[in-house]
């Protein structure tokens, strides 16, 4: 592996990095628009397969979250050893392959198979993505290019309701319609086939840029060298790792719940159709991506003037300063003032990922990044987008007994999670900021070395 010093490698924010970075955003919106649309046919599938809410919260959970998990370890490993392109570029194929086959399901276990399938091919992305702006950007400007990055994850949940809702309408009138190999398809079959596609034409885009040179902070790094680095340095920072882990996985367990079952709690609650909730969704969504890369901006202005520890403390201000939003976002009696709500509340639970990259690349040597993230998104994919869902389904269908109180059993979830967060996020204060000046010290006389 090659190690290149902070002044001989590519000069960061050029358009060459930022067209990186275009890349790699587009082909993350894809796999959230992959991703989420099944969120908003959740009633039709029900009603074709003959299926209960917590079987369903299976397919949007579980099915996709433990196969995700389970593969970004390796794809993580393979982020710090291949090259990062490739490793997107089959994971992208695979996905789409997936998402089409998810139009050919026509039971439980065969649309299960599919969406595993498809949590395969999207562990590819993030370990490699983040591997490569970190190596794209320097320090004061990487917060800012990896919120670019992570607005797509908003902008594919916009597109996802926006052209969702208008793909059902346009598919319900191609009910019944003869495909060649499938047969008749159900509408919602036809919506999964025409999001997987353009997958296809999409991983090409990967070979449009030059991967940056990896880059580490000094040659002398200990950590670097270390053969257990990754152990090495979950253990040199295992408090700050615990809360983190802890705080984000609380996090992702409100966002991944809300992404699954707000399209049906909208339907249920309020009595609206996808060709009507997608739209406002789809902007609420747009509304939240422009905040990432507002808070990124901040993060690294606060950043650059000293304060080491403003990835975990900007978060936890915003926490505190939406609860009001939280506590009461699944007791709107009108559905425009619970859309406001879910829009602003997306300002905490879309980021995290955001933050917790920045923290790594400041913290971890570059011959491990790839599998420290892809070991915190093993965490944050099993407890919040395999856990998150499920406990809702099964809230809804085991405790509360009654589908009309799914707006109880979300706002349960959201809130627990956003106080654990929160009191997560202020006891990890005193880790990070030490955590960052030893790191910055160990580079500092490495490169004296």
Known sequence: MTVVTEKSARK????????????????????????????????????????????????????????????????????????????????VLTWAFATVACGFARTFETLLLARIVVGIGEAALLPSAYSLISDGFPREKLTLATSTFQMAGKVGSATAFGLGGIAIAFAVGLKGVDLPIHGPAEPWQIVMMLVGLPGFLFAFMLFSFREPLRRDLGRADPQARSVAATTDFVRA???????????????????????????????????????????????????????????????????????????????????????????????????????????????????????????????????????????????????????????VGGLTDFVFASEDRLGDSLAIVVIAGAGIAFAALRLSLRYLGPAIIRREALAADSVRG
């Open 237 to 391: 920072n295992w408090q700050l790792v615990g809360l983190m882990l802890t705080a984000f996985s609380a996090l992702a367990i409100c966002g991944y719940s809300m992404t699954a079952w707000v399209p049906t709690f909208i339907g249920r609650e309020y009595g609206w159709e996808p060709v009507v909730y997608g739209p406002a969704l789809s902007l609420m969504n747009l509304l939240a991506a422009a905040s990432l890369v507002v808070n990124g901006k901040i993060v690294d202005t606060l950043f650059s003037r000293g304060m080491k520890d403003v990835h975990l403390r900007f978060y936890s201000w915003l926490i505190l300063a939406l609860t009001p939003a939280i506590l009461y976002m699944f007791f709107a009696p009108n559905p425009w003032v619970f859309l406001v709500l879910y829009g602003i509340v997306q300002f905490i639970t879309v980021p995290f990922m955001v933050y917790l990259s920045s923290v790594v690349a400041l913290l971890a040597p570059n011959a491990v990044r790839g599998q420290i993230i892809a070991f915190f998104m093993f965490v944050f994919t099993m407890l919040g987008m395999g856990a998150g869902p499920a406990v």
């Open 12 to 91: 960061p924010g050029d358009a060459a990095a930022w067209w990186m970075v275009a890349v790699l955003f587009l082909i993350y919106v894809l796999a959230w628009l992959d991703r989420l649309v099944i969120s908003m046919l959740v009633e039709p599938i029900k009603a074709d397969m003959a299926l209960s809410d917590f079987q369903m919260s299976i397919i949007l959970g579980p099915a996709f979250a433990i196969s995700y998990a389970i593969f970004g370890l390796p794809l993580g490993w393979a982020a710090d050893r291949f090259s990062r392109r490739t490793v997107i570029f089959f994971g």
